[in-house]
């Protein structure tokens, strides 16, 4: 009677299994260096939204009028930034019909002001805050 061999014969047909072993690898270290890149821009943007912008704003409320409209803005900033916001407003039919920076330099970390924007070509139905930037 004859043995039955188990294993194939020593390099008649290749490595599969250290071919299978350096690809396991290769991934395995892809995957990390992906996942540490991911981890890494999700830290940035978490830094970025909670500490790294000093000067936002907030529309509280508006009311529009013939050629202006008046806005209710609340403004969060450190006590010794200056900056400044920009609003626009736009007619029913999606227009922009007006679009204004105003300045913030008191020295206080909330401000509340209403602010009157200018329009032409049509009345104002919307006012947006486009962005707050510090100087």
Known sequence: MSAVQQHLPEG???S???????????LKIAGIVLGVLFAALIGWFGWYYVGGNTFSGE?????????????????RKDTDATG??????????????GRADFHF??????????????????????AELVGCHAD
């Open 12 to 14: 008649r047909y290749g």
């Open 59 to 75: 529309v509280i409320a508006f009311k529009t009028y013939d050629d202006n409209v008046k806005v209710h803005l609340e403004i």
């Open 16 to 26: 599969a299994r250290s071919a299978d072993a350096r690809a396991d690898r290769k």
């Open 84 to 97: 400044y916001c920009t609003i626009r407003s736009q007619d029913a039919d999606g227009a922009e019909v």
């Open 105 to 126: 330099d008191q020295k206080r970390s909330r401000v509340d002001k209403v602010v009157t924007l200018r329009t032409a070509g049509g009345r104002g139905t919307t």
